[in-house]
């Protein structure tokens, strides 16, 4: 469990980039000229994917893809996700994505490990290991958690299964704190080429990337994992009662067009309305 004041020194320097500086000229909720108007020069990068290669990572705002990496940001990489659902995932993004990376500390892994009966545990660990993962080339961290090993074994098999190779980012590969997430923002995004992480820092607070929309993830699952990621923001797992009306987590919703993000925003809310006005909607 964090403290209160490394928790109030991470959120004041999660204030100090233009996004917040420069709140006031957001009137309404379409947002986009405001991030163009932001961003200057590197608003063409923000929606740019192509020939970035394409990286299955989650959603969590620690994870950050590289500069040459395009982000299909989806919590746990897919593993919340139904066998139905995951069986229609692989077959949409076989052969498209050119790497899998789970990572330590994986919230998404937890609520798996939690879930899961044993034996499924035990049958995703031995499809790893058939399958050829190396356990100890991975497992560089003194006292790595059970949900964090099944995170791993199962990315590696997703990995196989879409043609893809496999990493895992451990701790100090990430950024961001260790104790709880710092995320002032989730970006929930409809559109193929969307890719905030070269705003991060100067422009933008950190954020959760959530585009499985655009990736075979359908809406039910979507909405689902939406609430999931802001219920996370919204606790003591991250900024928790540090969001306000005056300082609200912002889900920003995003489409292909503005029409789009501004039906996706709707949705938004009538996912999240439980949380009031700790959230604050906005679209692109």
């Known amino acids: 469990m964090h403290n ?31 991030l163009k108007n932001i961003s200057g020069k590197k608003w063409e990068k923000v929606f740019k994917r192509s020939p970035k290669k394409m990286v299955l990572i989650c959603a969590d705002e620690r994870t950050v893809s ?61 499809e790893a290991l058939e399958l050829g993962l190396c356990l100890d080339k991975f497992l560089k961290e003194k006292n790595i958690s059970e949900a964090d090993k099944l995170g791993l074994f199962y990315s590696f098999c997703l990995a196989k299964k879409i043609k893809a190779s496999f990493s895992h980012t451990p701790f100090r590969g990430m950024r961001g704190e260790k104790e709880f997430h710092d995320a002032r923002i989730i970006f929930w995004s409809a559109n193929k080429n969307f890719d905030p992480t070269s705003l991060l820092n100067k422009i933008l607070p950190p954020h959760f990337l959530a585009n499985g929309l655009v990736f075979g993830v359908g809406e039910k699952y979507a909405k689902e994992e939406l609430k999931i990621l802001s219920k996370i923001a919204l606790s003591d797992h991250g900024f928790g009662k540090l969001f306000n009306k005056k300082n609200p987590f912002f889900v920003v919703s995003v489409g292909k067009n503005l029409k789009e993000g501004k039906e996706l925003n709707e949705k938004a809310k009538k996912v999240l309305k439980e949380f009031g006005d700790k959230i604050r909607f906005l679209y692109l």
């Open 66 to 126: 590289g500069s040459k990496e395009f982000k299909v940001g989806i919590a746990g990489q897919t593993i919340l996700l139904s066998k139905k659902e995951r069986d229609e995932f692989v077959n949409k993004i076989k052969g498209k994505i050119k790497e899998v990376r789970s990572h330590s500390g994986c919230g998404a892994a937890g609520i798996a490990y939690n879930s899961l009966k044993e034996k499924d545990k035990k049958e995703i660990e031995e």
């Open 4 to 34: 209160d004041k490394a928790l109030k020194k991470v959120w004041e320097i999660t204030n100090n980039n233009i996004f917040f500086k420069r709140l006031e000229e957001i009137k309404g909720e379409n947002a986009r000229d405001f």
